[in-house]
């Protein structure tokens, strides 16, 4: 499925906003890199990915390599 597809579909989209305003965090090792490539490219600009080091912002799904 493209992020395109993702978007236009409105039930992804609403649970992908609601994920967006929560605080996620991820950590992983390298098979995780690959799932975390695909979250953001699904999700295009409708949630926000960061690797993190510090604090977990609000509104991110976070992931760190352990």
Known sequence: MS????LEDRSLREE???????RVFFAHRSVGAGLVDGIAR???D??????VTGELPEGVFG????
């Open 42 to 44: 699904l999700s295009g």
């Open 63 to 66: 992931h760190a390599t352990l």
């Open 3 to 6: 992020a395109t597809a993702v």
């Open 16 to 22: 992908l906003h609601l994920v967006a305003r929560a």
């Open 46 to 51: 409708a949630m926000r990915v960061a690797e």
